[in-house]
């Protein structure tokens, strides 16, 4: 092993890997965001998931909620649903697609990137979202994860 | 029946409208299977069953359209069904308004369950529960008018209700005396009568347990759609005044699921000929799945149709009484498509029929 390290070669490819490694989770993080004015300051992963599944319709306090979603294709969305959801996005599009054929569901409205989502949620009451890490402001509420 | 020229022209028409209409959510479903019975000189074969398209998209921040059409084969060529299309409008957060054609809100399984097969566990639906084409329908499964829906939300639990008022059926009792059964008419763009069909169904879903209940009532003033010389009333003259109360469960918690249903008739016989009055009738099913991993389920459902011999209703429709075992072994290989394996033993009441079973292996999918 030692002998490896001293070969420039290895050395350069540990070290592009390492570099590698700190970017992506640099950039996997993923914070829930609410109104400013919600009645609650926190919630689980589960209860997030719950939300954004239309399992979930109020608040844990009671209060009416509303979903402000990303549009398809986003990174974060995709991590979203992966590490808080625990669905694809293939997996998410048939769960709606049975809700939808059935009448037991319609998904949320797409906003857009974390802009729009950070727009939406700060003027909507009620609204929860969520977005990448580096993109909270002190125009919402962070009620799960962040940094 | 539709010629393939028409088939091309609205599959022409689909392809074009797509890149255009970006915001309709497009999906759609199929089946195919492998599946024989113990039916004298019935052979065992390939089918390829429903393809079923649906769309829907709202149109408005308070109106949402939705499209289902249907393409199959009943055996003598492709058909395309359009089995719904409604606009609803949004009254209130709690309260819609819609017209159009519905599958009709009776029970449970009609309500839940539609063509797309994936979405049922089992290959077939509960015999009595048929489409109006199938073998062993007994109730105008769709409904064509306007309904009323809502929900109220306790602590409790969350209350749901549906209300239709929609096209009487009517049956051809013509075919009755030519082929020995007929086909349940709802009538897409006409009606034979002022009589309309009304129906409703109220749901409850408790929040403690994980347990919903309902009941529901249908009214279905049956027309004479043939010329009338079987039934001995005339073209477009009530038939039978059909009257159905019944009530469903649905229990699912920890990976195990128990639904079922019950349906009491009063059919009200309308024919000078046979004068058979007010007759009772009942069909109920009972359903337990068990999830045993992530991917596999195992299925049994018992059902049971019962009515008397003297009723004409069901002898329009050569109804086959009994019951029916089914037993079912699904594997989903993904949210997107599952493979199922079903047996399933009927038992009929008149001891001159033959009791029989049918097998398939169906492979039923999503497309996104």
Redesign the interface.
């Known amino acids: 092993m030692g002998n490896l390290l001293c070969k420039p070669r290895y050395t350069a490819v540990l070290a592009a890997s390492l570099l590698y490694f700190l970017v992506q989770t640099a950039s996997a993080g993923v914070a829930v965001i609410g109104n400013p004015d919600l009645g609650v300051n926190s919630i689980t992963a589960e209860q997030a998931a719950n939300i954004f599944l239309g399992k979930m319709k109020r608040l844990p306090d009671g209060s009416p909620v509303t979903v402000i979603e990303h549009k398809d294709g986003d990174s974060v969305k995709e991590e979203f649903y992966d590490k808080i959801v625990g669905k694809t996005p ?2 998410l ?3 709606w ?2 809700l ?5 569901g ?2 949320p ?1 797409e906003y857009g990137g974390d802009k729009a989502v950070l727009e939406h949620v700060s003027k909507t009451p009620g609204a929860i979202g969520y977005v990448s890490d580096g993109s909270v402001d002190k125009s919402v509420k962070v009620l799960l994860g962040g940094k | 029946m539709i010629s393939n020229k028409y088939l091309a022209l609205f599959g022409l028409t689909l392809a074009a409208g797509f890149p255009a209409a970006q915001a309709v ?1 497009f ?1 759609a ?1 199929g089946d195919i299977s492998y599946q024989g019975s113990t039916v004298d000189n019935s052979a065992n074969h390939f089918a390829v069953g429903q393809f079923d398209l ?1 769309g ?1 998209q ?1 149109i408005d921040p308070k109106t ?1 359209a939705f499209f ?1 059409i249907v393409f199959e084969d009943p055996g003598d060529g492709y058909v395309l069904d359009v089995e719904r299309l409604n606009l609803t409008r949004d009254i209130t957060p709690n309260f819609s308004v819609s017209m159009g054609r519905y599958h009709n809100p009776i029970g449970y399984w009609n ?4 063509h ?1 097969a994936i ?1 049922q566990d089992t290959v077939l639906r509960p015999t009595f529960l048929d489409f109006e084409d199938g073998e062993g329908a007994i109730l105008p499964t769709h409904i064509i008018g306007v309904m009323g829906a809502g929900k109220v939300s306790m602590a409790s639990g969350d209350l749901k209700y549906m209300l239709t008022v929609g096209n009487g059926s009517s049956i051809n009792t013509d075919t009755t005396s030519s082929d020995g059964r007929s086909e349940i008419d709802v009538h897409i763009t006409n009606d034979n009568q002022d009589k309309k069909m009304v129906v409703g169904n109220a749901t409850f879903k408790m929040s403690r347990l994980p347990l919903e209940f309902g009941v529901f009532a249908l009214h279905d003033p049956f027309s004479e759609s043939g010329s009338g010389g079987y039934s001995g009333v005339g073209t477009s003259s009530d038939l039978i005044s059909m009257r159905v109360m019944g009530g469903y469960f649905r229990y699912a918690a920890h990976g195990l699921d128990v639904t079922g249903e019950t349906y009491n008739f009063e059919n009200e016989d309308k024919s000078p000929l046979t004068k058979a009055g007010k007759n009772k009738a009942s069909a109920y099913y009972v359903q337990a799945g068990y999830r045993v991993t992530d991917k596999f389920k195992t299925i049994y459902r018992f059902e049971n149709v019962d009515f008397l011999s003297k009723d004409p209703y069901f002898r329009y429709l050569g109804t086959p009484e009994g019951s029916r075992h089914v037993v079912d072994l699904r594997y989903d290989l ?3 498509n599952a493979l199922k394996f079903e047996v399933a033993r009927f038992e009929p009441v008149d001891a001159s029929k033959k009791s029989y079973t049918f097998y398939a292996l169906q492979w039923a999918f ?1 497309m ?1």
């Open positions: 293939s997996q599009k048939a769960y697609a049975k939808v054929f059935t009448g037991e319609v998904p409205k | 959510d999906g479903f649906y829907t709202k949402r289902e309500t839940a369950y539609h797309g979405i993904d949210d997107t999503l996104l």
